[in-house]
């Protein structure tokens, strides 16, 4: 049972390897969070919270929108690739089956993902530890970052994968990838927000919005690490909200969206007939 | 001795189009069974069907005595797909291991099994900087792989050279001598002709007919070419005294006969001694008692 999968992954690392992928990825981890927490030495004393705490907010924003993207970036070519390349036939007639399929590439994808995430926040951990040494104190909040971000990034592979079944297409699984990227990460905060302004602190933001905001992975994610690492004052905008959400449901909704996900993407696959 | 594969009355549909319609054979092991017929004619969709890919509409398919593409027979048997495709940032030795580990067995054995098919000097390249026919060879590689019950093969030596093809149907031989049933499909019929037991021929999705070549040949009946040169100043006199002779270029005449009466033309031509200088014999091509078989239906 483990060893088809662990050999599918130990192919799909090797390729993600090759396709420059684990190097894209790190790089831009590592980019986009030394330059947080650069941004983020400006004086924060005023909040009383030490500089790591700080840039893991800092981060948590960041994870949001890049988490997401390069999970669907790496993934939308799983299946439809395959079928393009004309390699699933051969893969299918082999005995494996469909979910153990899956898992050997999310295993591999995922690994990538981690790897690239925590060489990021590391980067960004170290900087903050080089000029604040009180910035230990946020050493749980940053590892609570990495590991929600694996999981956030598990559940949009798995998002990936569904489409990747879907489209069948190459093309079309990568426009469907970035419509479902735009729709829950960007536009659904959007439409939120536009809400809230018209409800004006009324039954919606009070009955609704929770609810709204744990049924998408990536809210649920922001609120999770919001409210875990009590820096809230440090971050704006949706993030206000994490105060009325408890934590066992964010946690909760982050820890089941991978498994809905994977769910999708194996019912999907189980339908393509090569 | 029980059927390596068994297939009867199978039907598939597409839409409104019959694939297949009520195909039945069997394969015994051991066996080389090729599957013949025009491009569309069904043999890819039989393939997938026998292997589990697709499903079918009616009749019964019982592949190693378990239902196509169950686990139980996808562990028996192996597939070599039209126009073979890997990843082409993978190594043929890291294609062949996956595979390998896919079914359970010992990946250092990858570097023999692309041994057996010539490719050990390219095992450590990039598959996409494979030939054509390299990767064919990749996919005839993993279908040796853990001795399997059945092997299917679709259009296996497309992209091989002679020498190779040669090779290939070897290595097609020893697999068959250690029991394993082979059912491969090729458009060319005088590519299979003397390495396979059995030729089935499929023509818009039936199977229009099955046997050795021999009983092909015996079955089409077509007539046999013999062409005859005349000894100088003889040809008037020849052709006289065969009636229905065509004359063709440099004199010679050239005679159809069905097979029945064919010795004893033979005879009446023998018969007439110095007067002829040259006889040739030319049966039936196997290209014409295919072409013979595939067109029967309706075309």
Sequence with gaps: ?274 | MTSTLKISHLTKRFQAVEALTGVSLAVEPGMRVALLGHNGAGKSTLMKIVLGLIPFDGGTVEVCGAAPGSPRARAQVAYLPENAAFHPALTGEEQIRQYLSLRGENPRQAMDLLARVGLADAARRRIGTYSKGMRQRVGLAQTLIGRPKLLVLDEPTSGLDPVSRRDFYALLDGLAAEGAAILLSSHVLTEVEARTDRILILSRGRLVAEGTLADLRHRAALPVALHVTPANGYAADLAAVLPGARPGAGGQLHLDCPQSEKLALLARIAGQGARVADLDLVPPSLEDIYSHFSRRDGQ
Aim: proline residues 5%; aromatic residues 8%; neutral net charge.
């Design chain 1, 1 to 274: 049972m483990i060893a088809p999968i662990l050999a599918t992954a130990a192919s799909e690392f090797r390729i993600a390897l090759r396709n420059r992928w684990v190097a894209i990825a790190t790089l831009l981890m590592l980019l986009f969070s030394l330059v947080l927490a650069a941004a983020g030495a400006a004086p924060t004393g005023d909040i009383g919270a030490d500089r790591l705490s700080v840039t893991a907010a800092s981060l948590t924003s960041l994870a949001v929108y890049l988490v997401p993207l390069l999970a669907l970036l790496m993934s939308f070519d799983a299946i439809a690739g395959e079928a393009e390349r004309g390699t699933l036939p051969l893969l299918l007639t082999y005995p494996v089956s469909r979910l153990q399929i899956l898992l050997g590439k999310l295993l591999a994808h995922l690994a990538v993902l981690t790897l690239a995430v925590a060489l990021g926040y590391g980067a960004a951990a170290l900087a903050a530890l080089l000029v604040d040494p009180d910035a230990a104190a946020g050493l749980p909040a940053l590892w609570r970052l990495v590991w929600s971000s694996a999981l956030l990034g598990a559940t949009f592979l798995g998002a990936g994968y569904a489409l990747s079944s879907l489209s069948r297409r190459p093309s079309g699984a990568a426009g469907l990838a970035i419509g479902l990227w735009l729709g829950l990460v960007v536009l659904y905060d959007l439409g939120l927000l536009a809400l809230i302004v018209s409800d004006g602190g009324g039954g919606f933001t009070t009955e609704v919005l929770p609810i709204a905001l744990l049924a998408n992975p990536a809210d649920a994610f922001r609120l999770f690490n919001l409210a875990a690492a009590e820096a809230t004052a440090a971050a704006g905008g949706i993030g206000g909200a994490a105060g009325s959400v408890p934590l066992w449901q964010s946690a909760a909704s982050l820890l089941l969206w991978p498994v809905a996900a994977l769910a999708l993407a194996w019912a999907a696959f189980r339908k393509v007939t090569p």
